[in-house]
């Protein structure tokens, strides 16, 4: 089956220090990858996507890029800001479902 | 931007007592999402509704769940006997039928069952 582990939190940093988030998946077939963030008190928001080997997704400063040799989409941003304090959802889809598979989740505290 | 709005945002209830989750999905969407998340656990795609009807189940959504549009504006999810093990953030999500992928989420709703 499909599934996506993603590394445990809480990810505790200090303004500007540099972000990753690890995510790997298995699926069958040629998924679609997703990071979904989730800011306090609000709903699980898309923050980039690829949809296939070698394509990197970026927004606000934060990149992954498809790994299909090592199934793996890690995040990454070069300097974090209190601001991006949140919980980060690894995701991904496969086939023309509707159906998105997520991982635990990771919390991410930055600080002043 | 739009919202998806859901409610309440906590729902407490008894065990084997029936619950319903609200739901209003942003006005021009047309698929409709129920995701929940237990405590310590993966976000779970429980049902996906498209044209008045349910277009995709996972296990999870077995005969206690239910899903409804009664009107232009709402989407709720009905349990009908609620179990400990139900107790969890439920989250809605809704998308147009032009955007492939992009999911809008709604807050959530934490139910505790007792």
């Known amino acids: 089956g499909n599934s996506v582990t993603q590394m445990e939190g809480p990810v505790t940093l200090s303004e500007e220090a540099f972000l990753t988030i690890n995510c790997t998946y298995t699926?069958?077939?040629?998924?679609?990858l997703f990071w979904y963030v989730q800011y306090p008190g609000e709903g699980l928001q898309l923050l980039l996507k690829?949809?296939?080997?070698?394509d990197k997704g970026s927004n606000k400063g934060f990149e992954a890029t498809y790994r299909k040799e090592t199934t793996s989409f890690h995040l990454e941003k070069g300097s974090v800001q209190v601001s991006d304090s949140a919980v980060y959802f690894c995701?991904?889809?496969?086939?023309?479902?509707?159906?998105?598979?997520f991982g635990g989740g990771t919390r991410l505290m930055v600080k002043p | 931007e739009p919202e998806v709005t859901q409610t309440p945002s906590h729902q407490v209830t008894q065990m084997g007592q029936e619950v319903i989750l609200r739901c209003v999905p942003i006005?021009?969407?047309?698929?409709f999402y129920w995701y929940r998340q237990i405590l310590g656990q993966k976000v779970e795609f429980l049902v996906s509704?498209?044209?008045?009807?349910?277009?995709?189940k996972s296990e999870i959504f077995d005969d206690q769940f239910s899903v409804e549009r009664p009107d232009g504006s709402n989407f709720t999810l009905k349990i009908r006997s609620t179990k400990l093990e139900d107790s969890a953030m439920y989250f809605c999500?809704?998308?147009?039928?032009?955007?492939?992928?992009?999911?809008?989420f709604g807050s959530g709703t934490q139910l505790s069952v007792l």
């Open positions: 006005s021009n969407h047309l698929y």
């Open positions: 995701a991904l889809k496969v086939d023309a479902g509707n159906m998105l598979t």
């Open positions: 999500a809704s998308k147009s039928q032009g955007a492939v992928e992009k999911l809008f």
């Open positions: 690829a949809t296939k080997a070698d």
């Open positions: 509704f498209y044209n008045n009807e349910i277009s995709e």
């Open positions: 699926a069958t077939g040629y998924p679609s």
